[in-house]
């Protein structure tokens, strides 16, 4: 397996061996020991799935307290995948990183805990699926505006993505009281250590 960091410490892509012949091909999605061993947390407690359209946005979501590290990827389809450090405290706050995943190049994309998340779909359609460091805490779930100016995602759109009503009317992460941010020091580990 390769890891490849990106401009955020703990922010990083994994693209897995695929082992393939005339038959097809196979990957080890997650083995404990060797995920482990390039920092990732031994402790994944939920596994989501979900199927989405062209042009479709999901995000930009995160939990605090209860912050989900999640290890993403997409099944088939592609996406455009998307972490933002909002992590009070960070040297990184408010950057992000941007990667495409799909299920032709099966790579895999670690967001830590402490990064709110999204993606677009940039394909025909998606299956995206991610296992997760914490449980789903509805409670404590917020979201950033997907387009927000301070944050400047560059998203590959050929027009306005399709939203739900919650990720329509998101904040401003400038808006977010300081207390509902994840701190930085409370959830930082993993690869950024």
């Known amino acids: 397996m390769k890891v490849i960091q990106t401009e955020i410490p703990g922010v990083v892509m994994i693209e897995p061996k695929v082992f393939g012949d005339a038959r097809g091909w196979f990957m080890e999605s997650w083995q404990v020991e060797r995920y482990a061993g390039v920092g990732l947390p031994e402790r994944m407690v939920q596994d989501n799935q979900a199927y989405s359209g062209h042009g479709i946005l999901r995000g930009l979501h995160c939990q605090w307290p209860h912050a989900q590290g999640k290890l993403v990827q997409v099944l088939s389809g592609e ?28 790579r895999q994309f670690w967001v830590p805990p402490g990064f709110a998340h999204a993606y677009v779909v940039t394909g025909a359609d998606a299956v995206f699926a991610y296992k997760c460091t914490d449980f789903y805490h509805p409670e404590t779930e917020f979201s950033v505006l997907w387009n927000d100016p301070d944050i400047g995602i560059a998203w590959p759109l050929d027009g306005e993505p399709l939203l739900s009503d919650k990720d329509r009317n998101a904040a ?3 808006d977010i009281p300081v207390e509902r941010l994840p701190p930085y020091e409370e959830v930082r580990h993993g690869l950024d250590r």
């Open 172 to 174: 401003l992460l400038r």
């Open 79 to 106: 996406v455009f995948d998307v972490a933002v450090d909002i992590r009070r405290g960070s040297p990184w706050f408010g950057r992000w990183v941007g990667v495409t995943l799909s299920g032709e190049n099966r």
